[in-house]
């Protein structure tokens, strides 16, 4: 499996400091891109400031969560077609299935592997 992803736009949103440092630096060896956002919120306008080409997305997160970030982002047509990866500490069926619902290409649950995250990268780009 080729893990050099040079160029590659990644955006990771969650509000946990220690989840956005190790993925950052995961993905960052790997040649991608990486834009930060601590919530929904500031997500939506790095997203169209930056135009990332995957997005990992934590589900509990304050203000708005990452189902609702999820339908933000697929709900607009400039990206729909964006893939959007949820990250969850829960792996429940009901978490996916919702995550499903609301547009999501795939669902992670953390802590993931560098394997994981690479895989999720690969199916997507």
């Known amino acids: 499996?080729?893990?050099?992803?040079?160029?590659?736009?990644?955006?990771?949103?969650?509000?946990?400091?220690?989840?956005?440092?190790?993925?950052?630096?995961?993905?960052?060896?790997?040649?991608?891109?990486?834009?930060?956002?601590?919530?929904?919120?500031?997500?939506?306008?790095?997203?169209?400031?930056?135009?990332?080409?995957?997005?990992?997305?934590d589900i509990m997160m304050p203000r708005l969560d990452g189902y609702q970030t999820c339908a933000l982002i697929k709900n607009n047509p400039d990206y729909a077609s964006k893939p959007v990866i949820m990250l969850s500490s829960k792996d429940g069926l009901f978490d996916k299935a919702r995550g499903r619902i609301v547009g999501s290409d795939e669902y992670l649950t953390k802590p993931f592997s560098k394997d994981e995250l690479f895989e999720a990268i690969n199916k997507y780009r």
Do not use: Y
């Open 1 to 57: 499996m080729q893990n050099n992803f040079d160029g590659l736009k990644v955006m990771v949103i969650d509000d946990s400091k220690t989840i956005r440092r190790t993925a950052e630096t995961l993905l960052q060896k790997a040649g991608c891109e990486v834009v930060t956002a601590i919530d929904g919120f500031d997500a939506l306008a790095k997203i169209v400031d930056h135009n990332p080409d995957i997005i990992f997305v």
